[in-house]
């Protein structure tokens, strides 16, 4: 008689197999590939110099490209088992490394491009916790 009352099951993306999992969208798997495009191209240009483009700076666009898509990749999808403690001084590393090797293919010296490239992971780093910190809600939180 009340047989009715109970919802209906939810119905989840789990058993129907293909190349996304539950919850990830095709635009949270394309953006590190769209990202890794850009950086790749970026590194090319930065190497070039304005010069003649040569395939020496196509294997480095395609190596640096798929390097920082894969990263991205892997941050984004792990990032939800880690604490923020964890995972913002991950992005900080990923992206100051990142910058400080675009700023080091151009005509910097070695130290302004580590130094530009710590600064940035820094500020990264403090962005990403406070972010995190201030949107996340407490585990142990108890309600009184």
């Given at each position: 008689m009340a047989a009715h009352a109970a919802p209906a099951p939810r119905r989840t993306s789990a058993g129907r197999g293909g190349m996304f999992h539950a919850g990830q969208s095709p635009l949270a798997m394309g953006l590190p590939l769209l990202f890794g495009?850009?950086?790749?191209a970026y590194a090319s240009f930065m190497a070039r110099g304005g010069g003649p483009a040569r395939y020496e700076q196509l294997w480095l666009a395609l190596a640096s490209g798929i390097a920082f898509a894969a990263v991205m990749?892997?941050?984004?999808?792990?990032?939800?088992?880690?604490?923020?403690?964890l995972r913002a001084p991950l992005w900080g590393v990923f992206l100051g490394a990142a910058v400080g090797f675009l700023r080091g293919l151009g005509d910097f010296s070695i130290y302004r491009s580590v130094g530009f490239g710590l600064v940035i992971g820094a500020a990264v780093t403090v962005v990403t916790y406070y972010w995190w910190y201030t949107h996340e809600e407490r585990a142990d939180t108890n309600s009184t």
């Open positions: 495009i850009g950086y790749g990749y892997v941050l984004l999808f792990t990032q939800h088992r880690m604490k923020r403690e």
